[in-house]
């Protein structure tokens, strides 16, 4: 499908959808579970372009693992703190080998364009220790990695960059880690610090992670961490310092048996043994992300907008963008089904004024209702969603003018200003950027003529989104 004309929402008052598992929770949960020890049944997994990214490096490094994309469950042998088909560092005879003898040996891991499987992947196997080579899609290829990869020289990691310093495709060569203290900035990404947070654990012993910059205590690093006691690791943190306690037991004596005429026992002394083991079943949420599209229908077409399985327990950041629609007029209801979000009084609402640097993916949604509000609206510190899938704040700016609203950039590119006109329809650039096609397919909605271009690209986090779309419009 190379575009996609929007259609209004059927006339009826109130909908109810069914959207994935999340995406971080998704690929949060598949590190962590290969990490343990034992099965673990990971159950409403979401499964997209990421994940099955995600996926594939997993099975690359030799995880057992059971795909059932019809029940959306997958069930993971973790490899108990080591990687099953762990490639050790060549040695120097090796070493002396042409470049295509040498790369013939060192398994080509593919991350896609997941940013997450980028980073954490990353992470992963500089401290687990060994030879990759990294590769990735255009996009990835274009999205900064810089932080992280100073991050793991500066602990020693041999990391070369094959094509742009800085970005993929790179080798990475690595003893594993033997500092005890680290510090990664979260201006750009806070993906960078979760995937040091969650490796720690591989470590022989603890690891103090200093954590820098604007978004400390993010909603992406509360997730790792409630994730991360969850699957049964152990950390402390004291304001932006986490001590993450190692995942092995340090006291554990092993026992070998030694023939010499008997068979008798010798204690050889402390060897750690990895000692956290897998949850039987871990059930992944709904994605709160993708959730949001369908609750922004409420004040946009003043209809009430229901989504299963999500409930304000939900540890998604993103679940604070239904505060923000509260702010509009909006009312909540958590029904055991999912939360039941009713429109505004009169179908109509104020402008809003609001900070969104925590749950920045809901930008672009943000902006689209802003564009039918009453009043101008103003987004600020959302600059770092410049160096995501596309340039995002620049994204909105040219699209929301394609329809005739008035949209600027202030605080120095850093947030933009919206002033609401009259609308008209126009084919959507969406730059290969899920969350622009997701997003501004809600202006079709109310606005007719209005067409997304490239529409597939949803594929890497909600494949069926215009399938659900479809099942809730006029066709």
Known sequence: MDKYSVSPLRN?????????????????????????????????????????????????????????????????????????????????????????????????????????????????????????????????????????????????????????????????????????????????????????????????????????????????????????????????????????????????????????????????????????????????????SAACYFYAMAPICGKIMQVHGVHPYSMQGDFQFMKALEILGCQTEDDPAGVVLYPPVNEAYPGIDINMKDYSDQTMTMAVVAAFASSPSSIHDIGHIRFQESDRLNAIITELNRLGCKCTSIEENTGIYIEPKSLHGASIETYDDHRIAMAFALTGLRVPGVTILNPMCCRKTFENYFDVLDSITVQ
């Open 12 to 288: 009826e008052d109130r909908f109810t959808v069914t959207v994935p598992g999340s995406k971080s929770i998704t690929n949060r949960a598949l590190l962590l579970a290969a990490m343990c020890k034992g099965k673990c049944i990971l159950k409403g997994v979401l499964f997209s372009d990421d994940s099955r990214a995600f996926l594939s490096c997993l099975n690359t490094l030799g995880y057992r693992l059971d795909i059932n994309e019809d029940e959306k469950t997958v069930i993971i042998e973790g490899g108990a703190g080591t990687i099953p088909s762990k490639m050790p560092i060549l040695s120097d005879a090796a070493d002396s080998h042409s470049p295509e003898e040498t790369d013939s040996h060192i398994p080509i891991l593919n991350v896609g364009s997941a940013g997450t499987a980028a980073r954490f992947l990353t992470v992963f196997l500089a401290f687990a220790g060994g030879e990759y080579h990294l590769d990735s899609s255009q996009q990835m290829r274009r999205r900064p990695m810089e932080p992280l990869i100073s991050d793991l020289r500066n602990a020693g990691v041999e990391i070369t960059c094959l094509e742009e310093e800085g970005h993929f495709p790179f080798m990475i060569k690595s003893s594993g880690i033997s500092v005890s203290e680290m510090s990664s900035n979260t201006d750009v990404s806070s993906q960078f610090a979760s995937a040091i947070l969650m490796a720690a654990p591989l470590l022989k012993k603890d690891l103090t992670l200093k954590l820098e910059g604007s978004r400390t205590n993010g909603s992406y690093i509360n997730i790792t961490l409630n994730m991360m006691s969850q699957f049964g690791f152990r950390f402390e943190r004291t304001d932006d310092t986490i001590l993450i306690h190692s995942g092995y037991d340090q006291n554990h004596a092993q026992t070998e048996l030694i023939l010499n005429n008997d068979v008798q026992n010798r204690n050889t002394g402390s060897v750690p043994e990895w000692q956290i083991n897998n949850p039987s079943v871990y059930d992944i949420e709904p994605d709160m």
